[in-house]
């Protein structure tokens, strides 16, 4: 019975090491390593079971401390560092700049307009520019003509109602200002007031 355990066992080992065991079979073999009576021929693998089943033991409790010396960034290289920051920043401004003047710079609003004259489709912007600024100034201030009559269409809307306020003041007025109560009475009567 023991040699059928031991060929077994022997049988565990060589798939343990080609890495083609259950977990039910390597509890099988720690159990076994674990046991005091194995033959000769399997006591070189009781250490390695022994070590599988306890573990790595590290000892974690001195950790040892890595410092890394301080250097000293001299004076000289500091102020080199500062003048390199600042061309690079200067740089970068011009070239930011330079994009942004060459946009503005070609920027035309009349680019790509055009005039019909009798019929002739003209495009030389040099020729039709001056005419294009002419028309240009007369939308402008048709454009303002137009927001006055809005504003002013705005003010003719609501003259009625400040008209008519400022009617109820005077009236109001002029009826507290008579000095006879029963005229004051027949007044508010025919104006059909009832106060």
Not at 18 to 43: K, M, W
Not at 61 to 82: D, F, H, N, Q, V
Not at 88 to 103: D, E, H, I, R, Y
Request: aromatic share 10%; proline share 4%; with cysteine.
């Amino acid at each position: 019975m023991k040699t059928e355990e031991y060929k077994s066992i022997e049988d565990l080992l060589d798939r343990f090491f080609e890495g083609q065991t259950s977990n039910e079979e390597e509890r099988v073999l720690y159990e076994f390593f674990a046991r005091p009576d194995i033959p000769a021929h399997l006591e070189r693998y009781r250490e390695v079971f022994g070590y599988f089943e306890s573990g790595i033991a590290l000892d974690f409790s001195e950790t040892p401390e890595l410092r890394l010396p301080a250097k000293e960034i001299s004076y000289k290289r500091k102020i080199g560092w500062a003048i390199a920051v600042c061309v690079a920043a200067s740089l970068l401004l011009f070239l930011v700049n330079t994009v942004f003047m060459n946009q503005n710079a070609s920027f035309n609003p009349y680019e790509g307009s055009y005039i019909v004259r009798n019929g002739v489709v003209m495009t030389d912007i040099k020729k039709i520019q001056p005419e294009l600024e002419v028309i240009s100034r007369a939308a402008e201030a048709m454009e303002k003509n137009a927001d006055q009559l809005l504003r002013n269409a705005d003010e003719i809307a609501y003259l009625p109602e400040r008209m008519n306020k400022r009617f109820e003041k005077k009236r109001e007025t002029l009826l507290r200002n008579i000095p006879d109560t029963q005229v004051r009475k027949e007044v508010y009567k025919i104006l059909e007031l009832d106060k």
